[in-house]
């Protein structure tokens, strides 16, 4: 949970810090779609190549349905949005976007994790 809320409040520090929201505030519709094709797909690389060896280090196995899954159930979420309800708990959208992250990767977690059994 927490590297998942991590991980969206660290692209949302790096978005609000200023550089890359200036330069997507400027860019034309052809730079836009190679963020989109080019941009996007390294962002989500480098997300999984994070979240990997952080979940390593909490002890977390297996950890590739968490990273691959993980993802995947925070897009849902945010397409659904099941957080919408919950923005005015918080002082910006990004936080509300953190815990939604936080109950995707959690839940994955839960659901993928096993158990040593027996020593």
């Known amino acids: 949970m927490v590297v998942g809320a991590g ?3 660290g692209w949302t520090w790096a978005y609000e810090s200023g550089w890359l929201k200036s ?4 860019t034309s519709m052809s730079a836009f779609l190679v963020l989109v094709l080019v941009g996007l797909p390294l962002a989500l690389v480098l997300s999984l190549v994070l979240a990997g060896p952080l979940l390593r280090v909490f002890g977390v196995r297996p950890v590739w349905p968490i990273i691959l899954l993980g993802p995947v159930l925070l897009g849902l979420g945010l397409y659904f949005k099941v957080h ?3 923005l005015n708990l ?4 990004h936080h509300a976007e953190a815990l939604l992250a936080a109950v995707a990767y959690g839940l994955v977690g839960l659901f993928t ?4 059994v027996g020593r």
């Open 7 to 9: 991980l969206v409040l």
């Open 23 to 26: 330069w997507l505030d400027n």
């Open 84 to 86: 919408e309800p919950f």
């Open 90 to 93: 918080f002082a910006n959208r």
């Open 113 to 116: 994790f096993k158990r040593s």
